[in-house]
């Protein structure tokens, strides 16, 4: 049965690149990450704020009985696919994604504590944090660069959006996660821990 690892933050708060750099520290078929970001519903289901903006950080914005029925098969030993989610950025065509089960299992997003039935699964539940400062400089390079979205766009979900969903959904939970990973300078001794640590719970699986 797969090792489950719940990792969230707030937006900005570098889950991402901590994910990469720990799953560069494993073969392929070691470990298969799955993200809450790939189970967003069609913009037009999306609900808007009472500015008429589209408000992607809230639950209802994602098919979570999916991305629950998706991780129930990854720990069954069932591999996944699913469409790749594009965040509207019509210069991207979107991917067939393949997701592997394997002994290690990250599910990344959000909402991965704020849902009770994803919550109850986990194995290990780990909170990368960083100042708001250092999230909103990322969100900013993330959404101008990666996903086409204007300066003002950005700013305006950050404050309306963003920020309030980190708040209700996310850091509330900080008392309830096993790890808390600090990033506002760097997560290097943090992804050290992480490494080490699921490095031995493969090495006890192979004897």
Do not use: W
């Not at 639950?59 to 991780?71: G, K, S, T, V």
């Not at 101008?144 to 963003?162: A, F, G, M, S, T």
């Not at 506002?184 to 490494?195: E, F």
């Amino acid at each position: 049965m797969s090792l489950l690892i719940g990792i969230s933050g707030g937006s900005g708060s570098g889950k991402t690149s901590f994910i990469n750099e720990l799953c560069a520290q494993f073969d392929k078929d070691q470990i298969c990450v799955i993200s809450q970001d790939d189970y967003y519903r069609n913009r037009r289901d999306i609900a808007t704020d009472d500015n008429g903006i589209t408000n992607f950080d809230v639950p209802d914005a994602f098919h979570l009985d999916e991305f629950e029925r998706d991780i129930k098969l990854l720990k069954a030993g069932v591999e996944v696919k699913r469409l790749e989610y594009t965040f509207n950025n019509s210069e991207k065509d979107p991917r067939m994604l393949v997701f592997p089960p394997a002994p290690i299992v990250v599910i990344e997003g959000l909402f991965v504590f704020h849902l009770k039935e994803i919550f109850d699964q986990l194995d290990l539940k780990v909170l990368i944090n960083a100042k708001m400062s250092d999230k909103i400089i990322r969100r900013i390079h993330r959404d101008r660069i990666e996903r086409n979205y204007p300066l003002e766009d950005v700013l305006y979900r950050y404050q309306n959006h963003v920020l309030p969903a980190f708040e209700k959904y996310i850091y509330p939970h900080k008392d309830e996660v096993d790890v808390i990973i600090n990033n506002s300078k760097n997560y290097s001794m943090g992804l050290k821990i992480m490494v080490g640590f699921l490095k031995n719970h493969l090495s006890f699986l192979d004897r």
